[in-house]
């Protein structure tokens, strides 16, 4: 009879939990990662903002060089960090041990001191800069 079937003998279907694959989510971050990396261009800085003067016969550099920056008040800064005049020396003579060939840009503000200008060039050849150049923008 098919109305003694035993109901308790039915065990009810087991139930999936629901999961998510990360594989192709993975996969689909790093493809961008790398496509941003690429596609990207990188510029080395000297941290802080500087307003730099006008000149007509200004032009681009090719190479690798050093970034130093003067501020307005006078501070001083290279590689994203603010240095003394004293401690500029120590720095410069670091990088220039390992490619003594680098050239100096000093990117002051058109408002810092000539004095402080003048004292920084002056640290870049008692460092052994060979060649310093101040940046400015093109009119």
Known sequence: MASDVDFLAFKPMQQREATID???LMDMVF???IFFVVTSTFTRETGVEVSKPQAQTASQL???NI???ITRDGTIHID????DLAGLSDVLKGILAKNPEREAVLIADKDAIT???VSVID????AGVRKVSIAALNK
Do not use: D, F
Not at 80 to 83: F, K, L, S, W
Not at 123 to 126: I, N
């Open 22 to 24: 990360i594989g192709p």
């Open 123 to 126: 640290a870049c050849t008692l």
């Open 62 to 64: 090719e190479k690798e």
């Open 67 to 69: 970034l130093i920056a």
């Open 80 to 83: 994203e960090r603010q240095v």
């Open 115 to 117: 004095e402080r200008l």
């Open 31 to 33: 493809i961008l990662l």
